[in-house]
């Protein structure tokens, strides 16, 4: 219990690690919602491990010596820009793949993720000074964020959130009846390629900060364990955000209660969450 | 004389450079209930598409009635939609009313009540707080339906509505259309590929037979697809209906 308050102090050491746990725990799912019920989680899964390869991509030329941003001297808006660059390559590349319908999905969803896994590794490999940060990228590190990225993170993300909730009718429409939103004058072509930017920068710049590792739990495990005992879209979306901040606050104290990695410590209690709600709702049925 | 509502002219069809159906010519009077019939992948449903605007023309016109464009209550088939989506069906119907409200802001009151009276008017309104996706087929078209009046519109398009429900929900489904069709004065255009599902009240068919388009009364059309026997010609019109 005194943990408990420790956690919650606005004087306590962690406390950007634990916000920008929070955010992720908030908005993460808002986008997940969608991997979800557009039956992409494949994507979910890849994205994060080609965001990592950008990360390590840009690292390696950094040490290279070579600088996207000739006068900034971070490390780290190079691996953003790493990050981003990867990931909505590969995303936009998907989702054209997709629209001209060539091959199956999951084989280039499979393709892209093997792809980019190997490289991650070999982009590292070739990077000494690289690995420790990369590999603590891949384990899900988030306890060490500064002031400038939990601020970075709070204005990109809640400028996501805001602007999914505010147009919430339009992505869920084109993503539900792509012909009705057309019908009702709704831009589709446009509201897909928003909804692409969003899970690209949410990825990109979640990997970034929290691991990749993190981010794929919290784009899926909510939504997937909300939908199974929600009645409506609404409800869904609401109790996907409500899983999220109760699993990444419960992780956060488990962690630094029982001194364990915050990053896998937040995806096995959101398991263990679904896992609960599934028990509960086959119980649940059995009664009825 | 009553004004022509959708008016199509030597349009061609289809996807990219892939033609579909082509030399269509027919019209639909405002007020009018006509079906669009033909055989599984003959194109029925790319001729909707068209005509809403969803798929461009690859050639031809479509004049939508004297100055303005309609506005459309599609009813797509209810198999296309994916069903892992946990919509209520005052959801579904809710999403009729989306071309009218505004981003960030609440559902209003009214589109609420439009919504209720739309449930109401197909019959489904105890059933509004049920999953879309735990409703018999027959109800999930009764839902489609309600979301399409949602819309408010002056054309009613409704994509196989009966297809692959039972007898009865057939039934009530063709009750409800012609329902709709006196009391609300609504232009309803309908596709089907049974000859069977055509109501006898309908007041033109447009036939889709052997990659050709042909207009004529129910008689003329069960008779043509008996004996199999289309012109060459790439459009004609039989009867006096037209």
């Known amino acids: 219990m005194e943990q408990l308050f420790e956690i919650l102090s606005p004087h306590f050491l962690l406390r950007n690690a634990l916000y920008a746990g929070l955010l992720v725990g908030l908005v993460c799912p808002q986008v997940g919602i969608f991997f979800v019920l557009r039956r992409m989680v494949l994507l979910g899964i890849a994205l994060p491990q080609v965001s990592n390869a950008g990360i390590a991509f840009a690292f390696l030329l950094h040490t290279l010596g070579w600088h996207f941003f000739a006068h900034m001297e971070s490390e780290k808006v190079m691996a953003l820009s790493g990050s981003i660059v990867f990931t909505l390559i590969a995303i936009f590349t998907l989702a054209i793949l997709e629209r001209v319908q060539k091959g199956f999905t999951e084989n280039r969803i499979g393709f892209t993720y093997a792809l980019a896994g190997a490289a991650s590794i070999l982009f590292v490999a070739w990077n000494p000074y690289g690995q420790t940060e990369v590999l603590s990228m891949l384990r899900g590190e988030i306890i060490s964020i500064p002031d400038l990225y939990l601020l970075s993170m709070l204005a990109i993300y809640g400028a996501i959130f805001i602007f999914l909730i505010g147009f919430h009718r339009n992505f869920i429409l084109v993503s539900y009846d792509i012909d009705m939103a057309i019908t009702l004058g709704k831009k589709a072509i446009l509201w897909d390629i928003l909804l692409y930017l969003i899970i690209g920068v949410v990825i990109s710049f979640g990997v970034m900060n929290v691991g990749p ?71 649940f049925r059995l009664k009825r | 004389m009553t004004e022509n509502c959708i008016t199509v002219k030597d349009l061609t069809i289809g ?34 598409k068209t005509i809403l605007r969803i798929i461009p023309p690859l050639h031809g016109t479509i004049i939508y009635g004297n100055s303005h464009y309609p506005k459309f209550g599609y009813v797509p088939q209810r198999q296309h939609l994916d069903e892992i989506y946990p919509f209520t069906a005052e959801e579904v119907v809710l999403m009729g009313t989306f071309g009218t409200v505004k981003p960030f802001s609440p559902t209003p009151g009214k589109n609420r009540i439009l919504v209720e009276q739309c449930l109401r008017d197909v019959g489904m309104l105890e059933f509004k707080k ?45 009750e409800l259309i012609s329902e709709l069709h006196s009391k609300r004065q609504l232009t309803i255009l309908m596709i089907t590929h049974e000859v069977h599902h055509i109501p006898k009240w309908v007041n033109k068919i447009i036939h889709i037979h052997h990659y050709k388009v042909v207009l004529g009364s129910l008689e003329e059309i069960v008779a043509l697809s008996r004996i199999d026997e289309i012109p060459n010609e790439g459009t004609d019109t039989y009867g006096t209906i037209i």
């Not at chain 1, 096995?268 to 609960?276: K, N, P, R, S, T």
């Open chain 1, 213 to 283: 590792l993190v981010i794929f739990g919290f784009l899926l495990i909510p939504p997937m364990a909300a939908r199974m005992v929600t009645r409506g879209i609404s409800m869904f979306c609401i109790i996907s955000s409500v899983i999220g901040v109760a699993a990444s606050f419960i992780g956060f104290y488990l962690s630094y209660r029982f001194d364990l990695p915050t990053g896998p410590t937040d995806v096995a209690l959101l398991c263990i969450i679904f896992a609960l709600l599934f028990i509960g709702k086959i119980i």
């Open chain 2, 15 to 48: 996807y990219k450079r892939h033609c579909v159906l082509s030399n269509i010519n027919f019209s639909i009077k405002r007020g009018e209930l006509a079906v669009i019939f033909g055989p599984n992948g003959s194109g029925k449903t790319t001729l909707f």
């Open chain 2, 130 to 174: 049920q999953l879309f996706s735990e409703l018999s087929g027959g109800q999930k078209q009764r839902i489609l339906i309600a979301r399409a009046l949602a819309t408010q519109p002056d054309v009613l398009l409704l994509d196989e509505p009966i297809t692959g429900i039972d007898v009865h929900a057939q039934k009530k489904i063709i």
